[in-house]
């Protein structure tokens, strides 16, 4: 049986490229440091295909592209940096409240404001919980690798048709910007019926029309009902997670999702070597949060840490699990400082003191 072949890529590259796999044939985007090599391949790949990519005038402007699109049926897709994510997102609202299927990839950056070009994970929060206006979700995947990156790529395309819903991947300048040998899913493309999207009315059927404005409250009431059963099956059936070296119950674990969970590791690694019991809970799905999965690690824990590139924002989850039965300590650096094995080390020994 044949190897599939390992390719060194950019990360940046590597979605794109993983994108396009998955059956991405629309891109619509503005370019911010530091995911501009997607668009750039982008708009060399997706000719080579039969697809169509788009500099829009501006990140609004995107993401009223993706709604037009999106709405048609077919795969479409955007990428930004913080700033770029935020001025999308009334767009992203629209894209919610009118059901309609779209890969958004953000590279953070540093913030807030203008901020720096450096990796940061202070979008978690933006990504989470609020993704434009009104009552809504996303489900949001955090690759901590390339390969996962590309994996997810696949997964983003079929979650967001199979729910009829924007899906992000959430990664950061480090993950957009480090090169890994990756190897590019086989599968055949799913391809998902799509019997409300707007292709030109046949005989057959009703005029479907795609829309997020109800005058009626109560009518959107029902919307906003209808759309929240949809999220709480995404709750139940889209957790995902990862634990490290969590098998003998250690009395302190690391909570660190994306790349930040990369550094953990080598640190938790460090640390075993010297007797110190060490493990890592690394959420996959940042929404829904694995909370089943956490829950499981609490009564064996001592005490949790959650480190991020940020001023701690996934903590707020990790204490919502958590409750008071444990604390829950925090250890990050913001505006694009990247914690190191060091420090880590270092607050994991002032806890064990």
């Known amino acids: 049986m044949a190897t599939a072949q390992r390719l060194l890529m950019k990360g940046t590259e590597a979605i794109a490229e993983a994108a396009i796999r998955a059956g991405c044939r629309h891109f619509f985007g503005y370019p911010i440091t530091p995911q501009n090599e997607i668009p750039e391949y982008m708009s060399?790949?997706?000719?080579?295909?039969?697809?169509?990519?788009?500099?829009?005038?501006?990140?609004?402007s995107a993401s009223?592209?993706?709604?037009?699109?999106?709405?048609?049926?077919?795969?479409?897709?955007?990428?930004s940096s913080s700033p770029g994510i935020a001025l999308?997102?009334?767009?992203?609202?629209?894209?919610?409240?009118?059901?309609?299927?779209?890969?958004?990839?953000?590279?953070?950056?540093?913030?807030?404001?203008?901020?720096?070009?450096?990796?940061?994970?202070?979008?978690?929060?933006?990504?989470?919980?609020?993704?434009?206006?009104?009552?809504?979700?996303?489900?949001?995947?955090?690759?901590?690798?390339?390969?996962?990156?590309?994996?997810?790529?696949?997964?983003?395309?079929?979650?967001?048709?199979?729910?009829?819903?924007?899906?992000?991947?959430m990664g950061d300048g480090l993950i957009g910007q480090m090169m890994e040998p990756v190897t590019f899913p086989e599968a055949p493309v799913k391809v998902y019926d799509k019997p409300w999207a707007a292709t030109g009315k046949p005989p057959t059927r009703k005029h479907n029309?795609?829309?997020?404005?109800?005058?009626?409250?109560?009518?959107?009431?029902?919307?906003?009902?209808?759309?929240?059963?949809?999220?709480?099956?995404?709750?139940?059936?889209?957790?995902?997670?990862?634990?490290?070296?969590?098998?003998?119950?250690?009395?302190?674990?690391?909570?660190a999702y994306g790349t930040m969970a990369r550094i953990a590791k080598t640190a938790i690694r460090e640390l075993r070597k010297t007797g110190v019991k060490i493990g890592l809970f690394r959420p996959i799905t940042a929404w829904p949060f694995p909370v089943e999965a956490l829950s499981g690690v609490v009564q064996s824990t001592k005490v949790f840490l959650a480190v991020e590139m940020s001023m701690g924002q996934m903590i707020e989850d990790v204490r919502m699990v958590v409750g008071r039965d444990r604390p829950v300590k925090f250890f990050g650096r913001p505006g694009g400082v990247i914690p190191t094995v060091e420090e880590i080390i270092h607050q994991v020994k002032l806890l064990s003191n």
């Open 44 to 60: 060399k790949r997706l000719p080579q295909v039969g697809g169509v990519y788009l500099q829009a005038e501006s990140e609004v």
């Open 209 to 255: 029309i795609i829309n997020s404005l109800y005058l009626d409250p109560e009518e959107l009431e029902r919307h906003v009902y209808h759309l929240f059963e949809k999220y709480e099956r995404m709750r139940a059936d889209e957790q995902r997670h990862e634990t490290f070296m969590l098998d003998d119950a250690p009395p302190v674990v690391i909570c």
């Open 64 to 79: 009223n592209m993706l709604y037009g699109a999106g709405g048609s049926g077919v795969r479409v897709m955007t990428s």
């Open 88 to 169: 999308m997102a009334e767009g992203f609202s629209y894209l919610c409240g009118s059901e309609i299927p779209a890969v958004v990839v953000n590279i953070m950056r540093g913030g807030p404001g203008l901020g720096d070009i450096q990796p940061s994970q202070g979008d978690y929060a933006m990504c989470t919980k609020g993704f434009g206006h009104g009552d809504k979700h996303a489900i949001v995947l955090a690759p901590s690798t390339v390969q996962e990156a590309v994996d997810l790529m696949a997964l983003a395309f079929d979650l967001a048709d199979q729910y009829r819903n924007p899906c992000v991947v």
